[in-house]
């Protein structure tokens, strides 16, 4: 169990699937959570509470600037300051996967300014708080897909390849400060999300199959199975880990 006593973490996202997971998680080891989703999030909230922990949720659209900073303002009005951040919001929910010749534009944005755009917006959003503090942890959460060259997801892949790469810069920008940013790349997941990909049965089943004949370990991959990377990061047992990537994903992909 990583020590998170006295810190503070907000998780994008954390309403449903691997994010309330990772807020569930983070409470368990002792850190107070902001919980930021445009979905209800008083159900992790509840969780948060049950598992012993500080929880809050604030309505928010990562898309929208000043939403962003709400976040972040509502985060250090409730707990005094800002420890972490886990950038798990995403598009992946309703994608389907077709060929990149018929991705229409109006999705192919809507992925690139949530899943680029908005952690982005995340990032800048707690930079001023982390900075004043003396120093944080940031946690971008992409995907092992753009390691793998998943095919019939061009533009999720691309979003998730783009997070990765600004992880990299952004740990050489923040370094400084003390600021520390890694990235997570979790294997194929089963989320509500993950079993909407697909509206045939029999394509869902052989891709999920697949995917357990291509790990090390041969089982289905879990949310819980992606929250003790995140605790590891935000504690200060890896506080001198920072612009790294950790592959979670039952030894699919070694890079």
Not at 54 to 66: N, P, W
Not at 151 to 164: I, N, R
Not at 198 to 227: H, Q, T, W
Request: aromatic share 8%.
């Amino acid at each position: 169990m990583a020590n998170l006593e006295n810190k503070v973490v907000i998780v994008t996202g954390g309403a449903r699937g691997i994010g309330q997971a990772f807020c569930e998680k983070l409470a368990k080891d002792g850190a107070a959570i902001l919980c930021a989703d445009v979905l209800d999030g008083a159900e992790t909230v509840d969780l948060v509470t049950k598992a012993g922990g500080r929880g809050l949720y604030v309505k928010t659209d990562i898309t929208d600037v000043a939403s962003t900073k709400n976040m972040a303002a509502e985060a250090v009005k409730a707990y005094g300051r800002i420890d972490g951040l886990v950038n798990n919001a995403a598009v992946y929910a309703g994608l389907k996967m077709c060929p990149f010749t018929d991705i229409n534009e109006a999705e192919w944005d809507k992925v690139y300014n949530v899943n680029v755009k908005g952690n982005w917006q995340c990032c800048k959003a707690v930079f001023p708080y982390m900075k004043e503090a003396g120093g944080g942890s940031i946690i971008n959460i992409s995907s092992t897909s753009i390691l793998q060259g998943v095919p019939l997801l061009f533009h999720y892949v691309g979003s998730k390849g783009a997070v990765w790469a600004m992880t990299r810069t952004l740990a050489n920008e923040a370094g400084v400060y003390n600021i520390r940013v890694n990235s997570i790349t979790p294997g194929y997941t089963l989320t509500d999300a993950s079993m909407q990909l697909s509206d045939n049965p029999e394509d869902f089943n052989k891709n999920y199959e697949r995917n357990i004949n291509d790990r090390a370990l041969k089982r289905g991959m879990m949310p819980a199975d992606l929250v003790g990377a995140a605790a590891f990061l935000l504690s200060d047992e890896s506080s001198f880990i920072t612009g790294q990537n950790l592959n979670v994903d039952g030894g699919s992909v070694h890079y």
